[in-house]
């Protein structure tokens, strides 16, 4: 008789379901996939969320890179999770942790999200087994600092630390406390 607490002798102990996928990417990892030579030759197209309805305004959070530019979608749907934790600190107030998102990417160069076209992308049949190294993601910098790199992307120095020497520096409004002080 089993009660609570009680082993059962059926137990699965020591077993992992190999199918399954439950490695959660980093944004520092993604970030340094996104700045490596490996997807320096991939078009960088930004990444967007929208709440709820059809009609929504877009959200721009981000851009991906994918390995030749053959897993567009793939790399939309492996960084949901990262795509929309940036969205909700980009836009707080707009995007809510309840909500349910929309993700969608688009390769207009158009700098006004309402203008742009956005893919909103669903399901993918196939998805490589090592598509996290095939893939990057680099969110827009938010208030906070996070994603930033002080404007040094270009030169290949990816440390995120724009916030510590802006305030290094003096300069102030950064944050929600500082901007209300």
């Given at each position: 008789?089993?009660?609570?607490?009680?082993?059962?002798?059926?137990?699965?102990?020591?077993?992992?379901?190999?199918?399954?996928?439950?490695?959660?990417?980093?944004?520092?990892?993604?970030?340094?996939?996104?700045?490596?030579?490996?997807?320096?030759?991939?078009?960088?197209?930004r990444?967007?969320?929208?709440?709820?309805?059809?009609?929504?305004?877009?959200?721009?959070?981000?851009?991906?890179?994918?390995?030749d530019?053959?897993?567009?979608?793939?790399?939309?749907?492996?960084?949901?999770?990262?795509?929309?934790?940036?969205?909700?600190?980009?836009?707080?107030?707009?995007?809510?942790?309840?909500?349910?998102?929309?993700?969608?990417?688009?390769?207009?160069?158009?700098?006004?999200?309402?203008?742009?076209?956005?893919?909103?992308?669903?399901?993918?049949?196939?998805?490589?087994?090592?598509?996290?190294?095939?893939?990057?993601?680099?969110?827009?910098?938010?208030?906070?600092?996070?994603?930033?790199?002080?404007?040094?992307?270009?030169?290949?120095?990816?440390?995120?630390?724009?916030?510590?020497?802006?305030?290094?520096?003096?300069?102030?409004?950064?944050?929600?406390?500082?901007?209300?002080?």
């Amino acid at each position: 008789m089993a009660g609570f607490g009680a082993s059962s002798s059926k137990g699965k102990k020591g077993k992992k379901d190999s199918n399954k996928k439950s490695t959660k990417l980093k944004p520092k990892k993604q970030w340094d996939r996104y700045m490596s030579e490996d997807l320096k030759s991939a078009d960088a197209l930004r990444v967007a969320v929208r709440v709820g309805a059809v009609e929504a305004k877009w959200f721009s959070v981000g851009e991906i890179k994918s390995e030749d530019n053959a897993y567009t979608e793939a790399a939309v749907i492996r960084h949901r999770a990262l795509i929309g934790d940036h969205a909700r600190r980009m836009f707080p107030a707009e995007v809510l942790a309840i909500d349910n998102l929309d993700y969608g990417y688009t390769t207009d160069t158009n700098e006004n999200t309402e203008k742009c076209e956005w893919k909103v992308v669903g399901k993918v049949e196939a998805m490589p087994e090592d598509i996290d190294k095939m893939i990057g993601f680099r969110g827009f910098p938010d208030l906070t600092g996070f994603y930033s790199s002080s404007g040094k992307a270009a030169t290949g120095d990816t440390k995120q630390d724009g916030y510590n020497k802006m305030k290094g520096k003096g300069i102030t409004g950064i944050t929600a406390l500082e901007v209300h002080d």
